[in-house]
């Protein structure tokens, strides 16, 4: 075809402060800078109207309710995971027509994308944050119905290569690259803990992260309150941590963190001032969700929110002020903060389970075992908390080793990063799997199913669900799916725990779980079936209406 590929990115926005979106922003601009395709942006956090949209070369569809628009609202809240994209995107698969749909966030999030009535005329590609294991059964089921799989870390291809037994078509590691001319050792450390508003002579433990459940701030506010108990007198003196990190936000309440542990005085934020006329860009002990200015004297200064946060220039200040970077956390996809530090030259301490795995050897981090290993309620995956008495000891370690030697593991955590997370490296994955994908046509001719519900009664319910699918859904792509099975299920045992479409991953409970049991029969499945045809026929009636097929 004499047209370039159109290639439609879903993700949370890229140019908000979180992980998936930096990735997506670095992402997108490689593909963009190839000349080669035409790309689109779903952008689950973003509204219409916003002035950012226009900052990037590809456009972008705002997923967020129009201000104002109660219709729009009242939709948009009906369901919980429309707030990753599903009310708007078969409204933009048919303004963009994309040949390939592609998703880096956890499976959950892109659901809606596998099981579509629009499905066929896409390629999708995802690369889902394993970031725990067991990887739930219905997830590794969609693994192996979609045309790629890439991991952020080579931890979570060991485990899918496991789990899956072979049956995914696997693309490769993209791993987040972060830029070695941004993210760089700034020369004199006291000096740049000057600029930042923190004694040159003081040593800072830092870390870099969503304050959230699964960033454990409380065990390394207990393990930085012993480690200041068992320290010695010079050590205990000197250092503090440093977070930066939002408050308020979806997680821990920090202000009572403080007091818990004693260590309102020990502990410094990021703030930053909110006035247009000002910007300005500090550390200090902790001053609530909004404080004074020490610049401009207004009462302005707040923590970095993903939404307005800082620039990566100023973030790799904060990472120079660091004498180590520490990453708690009960489990990770990728954890880019680890990546941009040790980038910046800053040695790096990471807990030894999931894709922080990977930093042992990629970047040089000191690895804490997990003490404890936890199952989550909503997914049954483990999760883990790491190794206090280590990871006290290893800071007593690093912290008492002269500076010149802590710079120099520093720096050769530099040189590996930037061997081993090459941009053109990991992000040629997705360019290379996606020029072998094939062009797909949004102009075929209109398919619709008439369903056939004149067939005999099946013996039993596999044979039930199974001539169920072929003769009224027509879709053998769902035989022996997780799907399929799991209707095997609910009508032998009488009832089902699910909510909406049976193509749902039981993985939306961690969205919206449901506490209680609604009966299913036969006949619940046969309307559940039904229902997904009818969803199919409208949607493939406004394909024919909209593009004239």
Known sequence: MNRKKRILFNTEFSLLNSGYSTYSLDCLRYLYNTGKYELFELAAYCEPGNPSIHQVPWKVFPNLPTPGNQQENAIYESDNTNAFGKWKFEKVLLECQPDIVFDVRDIW???????????????????????????????????????????????????????????????????????????????????????????????????????????????????????????????????????????????????????????????????????????????????????????????????????????????????????????????????????????????????????????KETLDSIPLKPSVYERECSSGRYTTIPNHSQAINELIKILSLPFNIRRRKGYESRQLAIKNYDKQEMFSVWEKAFDAAEFKNWREPARFIQPNLNFPNPPNAYEFVRTCLENIVQYPELFDTYMMLRAIRDIERGFTEQRGSLLFHDEKSIINRPNDFKRFTPDDFIQECLRIVNNYNNWEKVRVERLGV
């Open 109 to 359: 999030y892109c659901t809606y994308s596998i099981h579509n009535p629009l499905r066929r005329f896409y390629n999708l590609f995802l690369m889902p944050a394993c970031d725990a294991e067991p990887q739930a059964p219905d997830w590794i089921n969609s693994y192996s119905n979609v045309d790629g799989i890439a991991t952020y870390s080579k931890w979570a291809k060991d485990l899918l290569d496991i789990q899956c037994n072979g049956n995914y078509n696997y693309i490769g590691r993209a791993s987040p690259a972060s830029n070695p001319e941004v993210f760089k050792p700034l020369g004199d450390k006291r000096k740049v803990k000057e600029f930042l508003g923190v004694h040159p002579e003081n040593k800072i433990v830092g870390m870099v992260a969503r304050n959230q459940d699964r960033k454990l701030f409380p065990a390394l506010m207990n393990t930085f309150a012993s480690f200041l108990e068992k320290a010695p007198q010079h050590l205990k003196d000197s250092t503090y941590l440093y977070l930066h990190t939002a408050y308020p936000d979806v997680g821990w309440e920090m202000s009572k963190l403080l007091l818990d542990y004693g260590l309102s005085n020990k502990i410094y934020f990021t703030y930053k001032c909110l006035s247009k006329n000002c910007q300005y860009v500090h550390a200090s002990l902790f001053k609530d969700a909004i404080g004074v200015c020490p610049k401009c004297k207004s009462k302005s200064a707040v923590t970095p929110k993903s939404s307005d946060g800082i620039s990566n220039e100023e973030l790799n200040i904060v990472y120079n002020c660091f004498d180590v970077y520490i990453q708690y956390a009960k489990n990770e996809g990728f954890a880019i903060p680890v990546l941009e530090a040790a980038t910046a030259g800053i040695p790096t301490i990471v807990v030894d389970y999931s894709a922080m795995c990977d930093f």
